[in-house]
């Protein structure tokens, strides 16, 4: 099999869906054969469909496109990419892999399910070994692979750079997070211009919760979450794309600020998968930085950055982090557990060929 690999997104219409229509448009492994939507888009071509937001047109090969609801006919994709909403996502996806599908998914449902890996590949490819288990226990013949919330993949680089150094104890994360993040149409403009908001539904536990497990080790039953306090406070501010997080870490051992710069700077990126950045981690020796605007594109969108780094007299050291909440926090790191899926052999042979063509 030398032809690329055939995949439906799940939600393509949304905010994160349009970020995966965007990014599989020139893949090299990966062909996009289906578009699904609710049934506010069913049946229409999706450039009809999609509100685009991103810039430049809407890719030629999905521009005619119908799309079909996300529990139809797939045309032929076996690896699915879900943009759905968690409550939408809660019913289908797992529907899908008892049906054989590979799900990469974004929604926060099936995040913590102790035999689902919550996954980012530069930080614990080996919670891979929790499909076996999922196969197991379910019975299923595809998979469900999670993506973590965006702001939690904002503070886990830094936090897994520390860990493997100097042990962390205990984190105390402020975000400041886009717009994008709420989806469309997310927060009406009159409660959101001039204005931060202190709120986002769920978020904060998302944060404590995910970061332990995305820190914690494999086990036999499941992944031993990380032993790390995370308290977050989420808020959501009047910037269009980028997730910021002001951080106060406490840490096992007691380095100097040059070896926790040295640290955060020696994080490594992963061979072999095109969406891989081959600088993850970019740490930024600024006074100002990072900002969204001028740093979220920062590896086309795929790495965090980080900055500000200095003690702190509260817990340890202090830094701020930025990630892209749609491209690293949401679509593009579902496509590099993909990518991923792939090389490991989870979509079988042929498709390890089409990645290795
Ligand atoms: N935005 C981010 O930064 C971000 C980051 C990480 C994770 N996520 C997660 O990614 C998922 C998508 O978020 P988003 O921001 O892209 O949301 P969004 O802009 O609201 O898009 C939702 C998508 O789901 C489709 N949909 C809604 N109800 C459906 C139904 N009943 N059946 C089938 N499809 C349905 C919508 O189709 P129509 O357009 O046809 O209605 C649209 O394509 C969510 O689970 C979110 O939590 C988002």
Request: glycine content about 10%; aromatic content about 4%; proline content about 6%.
């Amino acid at each position: 099999m030398n032809e690329k690999i055939p995949v439906a997104v799940l939600g393509a219409t949304g905010t994160v869906g349009q970020r995966f229509v965007s990014l599989l448009a020139d893949h090299p492994w990966f062909e996009i054969v289906s578009v699904t939507g609710s049934e506010r888009s069913e049946g229409k071509a999706y450039g009809e469909a999609a509100r685009w937001l991103l810039p430049g047109e809407i890719p030629l090969m999905v521009r005619e496109m119908h799309v079909k609801p996300s529990d139809g006919s797939l045309q032929g994709a076996r690896l699915l990419f879900s943009a759905l909403p968690a409550r939408v996502a809660e019913g289908v996806e797992p529907r899908l892999a008892a049906e054989g599908y590979i799900v990469c998914s974004n929604a926060s449902t099936h995040r913590m399910g102790t035999d689902i890996p919550l996954l980012i590949p530069e930080i614990n490819a080996d919670h891979l070994a929790l499909i076996d288990r999922q196969r197991d226990l379910r019975g299923w013949s595809g998979l469900i692979v999670t993506s973590p919330n965006c702001s939690t993949t904002g503070i886990v680089f830094p936090l897994k750079a520390l860990d493997d150094a100097f042990g962390v104890s205990q984190v105390h994360a402020v975000t400041m997070q886009a717009i994008s993040g709420a989806g469309y149409p997310g927060v009406s403009s009159m409660e959101q211009y001039d204005n931060v908001i202190p709120y986002i539904r769920g978020e904060e536990v998302k944060m404590e919760q995910e970061t332990r497990k995305l820190l914690g080790e494999l086990g036999e039953e499941a992944i031993e979450p990380a032993d790390i306090e995370v308290s977050a406070q989420a808020n959501r501010v009047p910037v269009l794309d980028g997730h910021l997080a002001a951080l106060s870490i406490g840490l096992r051992n007691a380095p100097n600020l040059n070896e926790v710069e040295a640290a955060l700077a020696a994080f490594r990126g992963v061979d072999g998968l095109p969406s891989a950045p081959a600088h993850p981690l970019i740490v930024r020796s600024e006074e100002n930085r990072p900002q969204p605007r001028l740093d979220r594109d920062a590896q086309d969108g795929m790495a965090v950055s980080v900055g500000r780094v200095q003690p702190c007299s509260v817990l340890d050291f202090r830094m701020v982090s930025l990630v892209h909440n749609t491209l690293r926090g949401a679509a593009g790191g579902a496509l590099l557990n993909a990518e991923l899926l792939v090389i490991e052999g989870y979509l079988g042979e042929a498709a390890r060929e089409v990645a290795f063509a």
